[in-house]
Structure formats: C-alpha cells, structure tokens
C-alpha cells in the first residue's frame, strides 16, 4: 500500500563550513573513552558481543587523544566495524547483520535499474564498498557503509550509503553531512548521500536522500565571497511500515539523480535511478524476514 503522505519526522538541515563539528548528542552523548589499545580491544568486542545478543542501542564507541601509530594494527584486527577519525577523536561504528544486509541490498537495488538503462559495473562505474576516505581538511577521514562512483573518476564516491538504526538518526546526519563537505570543486565530491534506518518499535524503514543545495545569502562573508552557501539538506525521505500487510509505503518512488550518480546528464535510454514502492516492498520485507525483525 503505497501512499504519498509526508513524514512526521523533518530532517535538519546543515549548513558546510571549513570545519566540522560533532555535537555530542549526534554521538547518543557516548562517554569518551581514552585511547589504548587494551581499552580498544575490549569496548569493541563487549559492544560487538552486546550487538549479537540483540542490543543495538549504541552502535558507536568514540576514543579521544588517539594514537595515529596504532591504526595499521586496529586494521589487521579485522573488527567488523566502520572508523572515522577527527582530529584526535576516533569514532567506531559497529557493524551487524542487519546494517550489513540494509545497504548492500539497497545498492544492489540501485546497480540494478543502472542495468536497465545499459550501465555496467567496471566499464562505467566501480563500487568502492567502505574504502577509507580522507576530508579535505586533512585531519579527518571516513568508510561509507556503501558508495559507488563513475569510472571516469573513480577516486572519489559521488553516492554513499550510510546505515543505522532509526534511534541513531542524528549521527547519521551527521555522517551526511561529512560526505558532502569532504572535498570541493575541482575535487570530485559527493553529490547524494542515502541514510537507511530501520525502528524496531515501529517496524518502519525510513530512506532519507541528501544533497548539497546551493542558496543565496544577503550578507557576503570571508568564507561565502560570492554571496552564497551551500547546505546538506534532505531532499527526499520514503517510508516503508511493514507492520500491516501490505505494508503502508510513503514517499515513493524512491529517486537518485542520474547525474549526481555519474557526474555527467544522462544520454537516453538513460534517465534518474528511481525504486518503486514493488521493489522497496520487497526489499524491506526480504530484510524483515531474513532477519526476524
């Protein structure tokens, strides 16, 4: 059952500067926790044990004063779980079947109506998984969950995929609004970001399109010279209740557009990437089934 009524819930909206900043609820107010390689091992793995024993409240674990020299080693850790770093802050996101099933699906779901429209994986463009990704400010980087991007720039993602839960909605705009202020023209940047999330207590996946939106501002700033500045505004959100049956979908068709993806205007057949409320029926369903949700 599909229906185009608008969410309760309105996104914010983040305006880019040079600088990022994290507010601590965008963290769930996560307790900080100084860096040691003791202190690492153990905080992942008791989240990660909490995470198989159905708790998913806290998905991130934050370390402050980390040690840049320890990286190589957290790596060859081969933890199940995402990093960002932000000046001496470590971020860890953990990682569990059901975040993990969320994004891939969904971007199989996007590669295939690139297919419909004659677009082919390596010939056109790449899927960069959760490759590591450094801000433009040097001091920061960051794994998408999922993220793809054209072959004639493939260094950089232009569509990421980020997952959660919907009780961490507000570090996952958060994330949105990393990828789109990470680089600048000419740098290849990111042109969409997707949250998907999912409510336990209502049973409800929630998609959530971001996008840089360029406006005009009256008063011309060292940091805006022309008069205008950019913000990371969500320009899209779908919901799919799988509650009732058939399940009580709002704001489909989901739509990525084609040149956000490819950096380029589509040439016919091609067109925008749009999911229609069938294919995230069945998406949202599969998932629920598959994961007992």
């Given at each position: 059952?599909?229906?185009?009524?608008?969410?309760?819930?309105?996104?914010?909206?983040?305006?880019?500067?040079?600088?990022?900043?994290?507010?601590?609820?965008?963290?769930?107010?996560?307790?900080?926790?100084?860096?040691?390689?003791?202190?690492?091992?153990?905080?992942?793995?008791?989240?990660?044990?909490?995470?198989?024993?159905?708790?998913?409240?806290?998905?991130?674990?934050?370390?402050?004063?980390?040690?840049?020299?320890?990286?190589?080693?957290?790596?060859?850790?081969?933890?199940?779980?995402?990093?960002?770093?932000?000046?001496?802050?470590?971020?860890?996101?953990?990682?569990?079947?059901?975040?993990?099933?969320?994004?891939?699906?969904?971007?199989?779901?996007?590669?295939?109506?690139?297919?419909?429209?004659?677009?082919?994986?390596?010939?056109?463009?790449?899927?960069?998984?959760?490759?590591?990704?450094?801000?433009?400010?040097?001091?920061?980087?960051?794994?998408?969950?999922?993220?793809?991007?054209?072959?004639?720039?493939?260094?950089?993602?232009?569509?990421?995929?980020?997952?959660?839960?919907?009780?961490?909605?507000?570090?996952?705009?958060?994330?949105?609004?990393?990828?789109?202020?990470?680089?600048?023209?000419?740098?290849?940047?990111?042109?969409?970001?997707?949250?998907?999330?999912?409510?336990?207590?209502?049973?409800?996946?929630?998609?959530?399109?971001?996008?840089?939106?360029?406006?005009?501002?009256?008063?011309?700033?060292?940091?805006?010279?022309?008069?205008?500045?950019?913000?990371?505004?969500?320009?899209?959100?779908?919901?799919?209740?799988?509650?009732?049956?058939?399940?009580?979908?709002?704001?489909?068709?989901?739509?990525?557009?084609?040149?956000?993806?490819?950096?380029?205007?589509?040439?016919?057949?091609?067109?925008?990437?749009?999911m229609s409320a069938v294919e995230l029926e069945a998406w949202a369903t599969t998932i629920a089934r598959i994961r007992n949700l």
């Open positions: 059952m599909a229906s185009s009524a608008s969410p309760t819930t309105e996104p914010p909206v983040f305006e880019l500067g040079t600088t990022l900043e994290i507010p601590p609820a965008a963290l769930e107010q996560n307790q900080e926790l100084p860096f040691s390689i003791a202190n690492f091992k153990k905080a992942v793995t008791d989240r990660l044990q909490a995470l198989d024993g159905g708790d998913d409240t806290q998905l991130w674990i934050v370390f402050s004063d980390f040690d840049y020299s320890k990286l190589k080693y957290i790596d060859r850790l081969r933890y199940p779980i995402r990093l960002q770093l932000d000046g001496s802050k470590l971020i860890v996101k953990m990682v569990g079947p059901v975040h993990e099933l969320m994004h891939i699906s969904l971007i199989q779901l996007i590669q295939r109506d690139m297919g419909r429209m004659g677009l082919e994986p390596i010939r056109d463009y790449v899927g960069l998984g959760s490759t590591r990704h450094q801000h433009r400010s040097n001091n920061s980087f960051k794994e998408a969950d999922s993220a793809l991007a054209p072959i004639t720039s493939p260094e950089w993602p232009s569509l990421v995929i980020e997952a959660g839960w919907a009780e961490t909605l507000a570090r996952l705009h958060i994330d949105a609004q990393w990828w789109l202020s990470a680089q600048v023209p000419p740098n290849s940047t990111t042109a969409l970001v997707v949250l998907v999330s999912f409510t336990k207590s209502q049973r409800t996946f929630r998609l959530e399109r971001y996008e840089l939106v360029t406006v005009g501002r009256s008063v011309v700033t060292r940091s805006a010279p022309l008069g205008v500045r950019n913000l990371a505004t969500c320009t899209a959100v779908t919901t799919i209740d799988i509650r009732s049956t058939p399940p009580i979908i709002t704001g489909a068709p989901f739509v990525l557009p084609f040149a956000g993806i490819m950096r380029r205007p589509p040439i016919a057949p091609e067109r925008n990437v749009s």
